[in-house]
């Protein structure tokens, strides 16, 4: 349940600067965020719309039959989230072998191809991406460590989770 108070009888001795200074680097970092985020989109629609080669072309345009997706908006929804990934290489392995159910020995092979080119296209991706500083600062209970409890407090996803 929400409260707001309407009225209180307290008197106010000072401003309450250091609540007022961890608002401001809220947003100071929330800013940052966005930045660098919008910075991601630009580069991985700039990444998938040059000509990457036959190789890649041919693996988007396998993954994308498929799964009925179009291959532009599959190789910037594989880019996007493999960067924000933990580990990458081992998403663009998942991505290469989706829908595994009954698939020969001579399609095993197809999609070893088809990891090796995502993998190749990726590194390249990687190498001129923003680094997305949210996945720096979050806490992941597998690493407990006191920086990453604190620095995970100033972290937002959006700015109704920084109002809010």
Same mark, same amino acid.
């Given at each position: 349940m929400l409260f707001f108070p309407y $009225?209180?009888? +307290? !008197?106010?001795? $000072?401003?309450? @600067?250091?609540? +007022? @200074?961890? =608002?401001?680097? =809220?947003? @100071? #970092? %929330?800013?940052?965020?966005?930045? $660098? &985020? @919008? !910075? +991601?989109? #630009?580069? *991985?629609?700039?990444?998938?719309q040059q000509d990457r080669g036959k190789e890649f072309s041919l693996a988007l345009g396998h993954l994308a039959t498929t799964n009925n997706l179009e291959a532009q908006s599959l190789c910037m929804y594989m880019m996007r989230t493999t960067h924000n990934h933990e580990q990458p290489h081992e998403l663009l392995k998942q991505w290469a072998f989706i829908n595994?159910?009954?698939?020969?020995?001579?399609? *095993?092979?197809? $999609?070893? %191809?088809? %990891?090796? *080119? +995502? &993998?190749?296209?990726?590194d390249d991706f990687s190498v001129d991406a923003p680094h997305d500083i949210t996945r720096d600062l979050w806490f992941s209970p597998q690493e407990i460590s006191a920086l990453s409890m604190i620095t995970s407090v100033f972290a937002h996803n959006d700015i109704l989770h920084l109002v809010g």
């Open positions: $009225r209180a009888d +307290l !008197e106010q001795w $000072r401003m309450p @600067l250091i609540t +007022l @200074l961890i =608002c401001a680097l =809220c947003m @100071l #970092v %929330y800013a940052h965020q966005h930045t $660098r &985020k @919008l !910075e +991601l989109d #630009v580069h *991985v629609i700039d990444f998938c595994p159910e009954g698939i020969s020995y001579d399609e *095993v092979a197809v $999609r070893l %191809y088809i %990891y090796d *080119v +995502l &993998k190749t296209a990726y």
